[in-house]
């Protein structure tokens, strides 16, 4: 028997349907820009991941640089020490063939007439100025006054001589403190003297004074 059902049937409400689907898209945009959130900001930590590795890179390459560098520090520090005590030998060795040859040449100047010592000409002008009594004669006579001995040691010089008077003696003093390469001058005890052949009264002097140069 075919039963057929002639009651009315209820309609589904119009537009159900339509939200749901409407949701469905909602929810699909919602993934696909979560999707592309995620590919935006993994794109950026890529970047920024690869920037990182370039500095660690370039951090390496100076390290290593420097470890290259640094490698033979020592060996470039003896090279250099060793450069350094060869220069100070060859200094010394020159200033040894020079220095005694300078020294013993401002002493002829001293002992000459009309010259005098090797002085700077500001410090000789302050000199006349403010100590008059410390300059020296520039009408002296050198011939009043000769050396009889002349030593140096360890940039210690010890001068003795005979001189007519005292006033000569003080004059070659005050001379050698003048002169650049004198300093620290002392008259030591002197005696009288008469000399064998005029019978003349002289003095015998001794001087030491350091030596600079």
Avoid at 31 to 50: D, H
Avoid at 75 to 80: C, E, F, I, S
Avoid at 180 to 191: E, H, N, S
Avoid at 196 to 208: I, T
Wanted: some cysteine.
């Amino acid at each position: 028997m075919i039963r057929v059902n002639l009651l009315p049937q209820k309609r589904r409400k119009a537009g159900s349907g339509g939200r749901g689907e409407l949701w469905l898209v909602a929810c699909l945009l919602g993934v696909a820009l979560e999707i592309v959130g995620c590919l935006v900001l993994f794109g950026q930590k890529q970047n920024e991941l690869a920037e990182q590795q370039n500095k660690n890179r370039a951090l390496e390459a100076q390290i290593k640089q420097i470890k290259d560098v640094s490698k033979n520090h020592e060996q470039v520090k003896q090279k250099l020490a060793a450069l350094r005590d060869r220069e100070e030998a060859i200094a010394k060795l020159q200033s040894a063939r020079s220095g005694p040859t300078a020294m013993l040449l401002e002493v002829a100047r001293l002992l000459s007439p009309g010259r005098g010592p090797s002085v700077d000409p500001n410090e000789l002008s302050k000199v006349r100025r403010e100590n008059p009594l410390q300059d020296y004669n520039v009408n002296w006579d050198p011939r009043r006054l000769w050396l009889t001995k002349f030593v140096e040691q360890e940039r210690t010089v010890r001068l003795e001589g005979v001189a007519r008077d005292g006033e000569d003696v003080s004059e070659l003093a005050r001379r050698m403190n003048l002169s650049t390469y004198f300093d620290d001058v002392q008259l030591l005890p002197a005696k009288r003297e008469v000399e064998r052949e005029s019978g003349l009264p002289m003095v015998a002097f001794k001087l030491e004074a350091k030596v600079r140069y």
